[in-house]
């Protein structure tokens, strides 16, 4: 898989509340920024297989 450039602006404080928080973690804030970001996408897509298989199965 190849990989892209993604250019954020973000407030000050913003920054520094990343920073911390991957600081907590070891991370830097891009690592830490990804890492949240693809949790939040498997989240959405698990959410998704979940409402489908419910609808397959009649449960909703």
Excluded at 14 to 38: C, F, P
Aim: no cysteine.
């Amino acid at each position: 898989m190849g990989t892209s450039v993604l250019s954020l602006r973000i407030d000050h404080e913003l920054l520094e509340r990343l920073r911390d928080h991957a600081a907590k973690r070891g991370m830097s804030v891009q690592d830490y920024v990804v890492r949240t970001l693809i949790r939040d996408d498997f989240d959405e897509r698990f959410q998704s297989a979940v409402e489908e298989t419910e609808k397959f199965y009649g449960l909703t």
